[in-house]
């Protein structure tokens, strides 16, 4: 009997010791961890922009390849949501979209690079955005249909392509000197614009005036007139037309080449590219691009321009050696603005159609990155 009484507790001591050792191996059940979605900023309804502090926007842009860029920010001009979107290129990510005017059609860095202006065609204003902080920090007022600004080398003087029609008084005096084939009625303007006062001083070109840039030497302002075919040349130690071009069917833009040697100008109505020869002011040659180019831009070393082609939604390469295209790169649908770095390895190319910005390695003439901006981009500028 007390063999039984001594197997029995002996039992019950082996269980109980069992499960004490359970118990303190596993301790209380887990608890599962809730988990947080990252928040956003408030954007403007208006607007569809962010209007936060700089680096609160991310676009989720993905397979971007940013160790083939160099460190700056290019801005560019968002038509359809009236922004302006600023690209960090080491991260290919747009990092603000700035609220500005209705319909900003183009963007442009002055040389000093303090500021970014954007022409707001809807508003027939122009407005200057501070690099520093990247907020709008000026508005003036300017002709009815402005398209393209570019600056004089000391950033004081702004020119500003207006599609409009200059003053009756105006006209009278300037149209028999420039314009001996136009009528008064097609004539549109260059506003010359002094961004210290706001005054605003205008010189008559062709009809509908778009592009423009100035050569290497600063001494011209050289024109596209769409409606008129032609280009005029402003001389800008008197702000004055001294020589009208014509080039083929709707020109578009201007592109001079750094070497002053040669401009190219894009021709939308004819799906090609005209080159004049700046020593003599005549086109020397027409090349065949894509369909509907728009914007051009030639590289620092003057050996390649690269062109934006609206309608065949992709980028041809022009050889400034044997004057034809060597390569033709995709895009996104409707590309328009052009621009490249100052050290001609990359190109950044808006594209309409898809709220987008093409970025190219001039190297490789392949496509390293692709980010998502405002709606309806066009002009774009870089800020180094």
């Known amino acids: 009997m007390k063999k039984i009484v001594i197997i029995f507790y002996s039992f019950l001591l082996i269980v109980f010791a069992a499960s004490c050792t359970k118990n303190e191996g596993n301790g209380p059940e887990p608890t599962e961890i809730p988990q947080i979605s990252p928040t956003t900023e408030p954007t403007s309804e208006d607007n569809n922009v962010d209007t936060g502090n700089i680096g609160n926007v991310e676009s989720n842009d993905t397979g971007n390849d940013s160790t083939k860029v160099a460190d700056y920010l290019v801005y560019s001009a968002n038509e359809g949501s009236s922004s302006v979107s600023v690209i960090d290129t080491k991260t290919m990510k747009t990092i603000k979209d700035i609220p500005v005017g209705k319909g900003p059609h183009n963007v442009q860095a002055t040389p000093d690079g303090k500021f970014v202006y954007v022409v707001e065609g809807k508003v027939a204003s122009i407005s200057a955005i501070n690099t520093a902080t990247n907020s709008v920090v000026n508005t003036i007022n300017i002709g009815e249909g402005p398209s393209h600004i570019?600056?004089?080398?000391?950033?004081?003087?702004?020119?500003?392509?207006?599609?409009?029609?200059?003053?009756?008084?105006?006209?009278?005096?300037?149209?028999?000197?420039t314009m001996v084939d136009m009528t008064?009625?097609?004539?549109?303007?260059?506003?010359?614009?002094?961004?210290?006062?706001?005054?605003?001083?205008?010189?008559?070109?062709?009809?509908?005036?778009?592009?423009?840039?100035?050569?290497?030497?600063?001494?011209?302002?050289?024109?596209?007139?769409t409606d008129s075919d032609t280009v005029s040349v402003i001389d800008t130690a008197t702000n004055k037309v001294t020589n009208t071009v014509e080039v083929g069917k709707k020109p578009v833009q201007v592109a001079p080449t750094a070497d002053g040697k040669y401009v190219f100008v894009s021709l939308s109505?004819?799906?090609s590219v005209a080159v004049i020869?700046?020593?003599?002011?005549?086109?020397?040659?027409?090349?065949?691009?894509g369909e509907a180019p728009i914007q051009l831009y030639a590289t620092s070393d003057s050996k390649f321009v690269y062109v934006a082609n609206n309608k065949s939604a992709n980028i041809s390469v022009i050889d400034t050696t044997s004057m034809s295209v060597v390569a033709e790169i995709p895009a996104g649908e409707e590309a328009h603005g052009v621009v490249i770095s100052k050290d001609g390895k990359n190109v950044y190319v808006t594209n309409t159609g898809s709220d987008s910005v093409t970025i190219v390695d001039v190297a490789t003439n392949k496509v390293i990155g692709t980010v998502t901006v405002g709606e309806e981009p066009n002009g774009i500028t870089i800020v180094e």
């Open 150 to 177: 570019i600056f004089s080398p000391d950033s004081k003087l702004a020119y500003v392509s207006i599609g409009g029609m200059m003053e009756e008084e105006e006209k009278e005096e300037d149209v028999a000197e």
């Open 184 to 225: 008064e009625e097609e004539a549109g303007n260059v506003s010359v614009v002094n961004l210290e006062n706001g005054e605003v001083k205008e010189i008559l070109v062709g009809l509908m005036p778009h592009g423009l840039r100035m050569t290497p030497d600063n001494k011209y302002v050289l024109v596209a007139n």
């Open 269 to 271: 109505g004819d799906n």
């Open 277 to 289: 020869e700046l020593s003599s002011m005549k086109v020397t040659k027409t090349i065949p691009v």
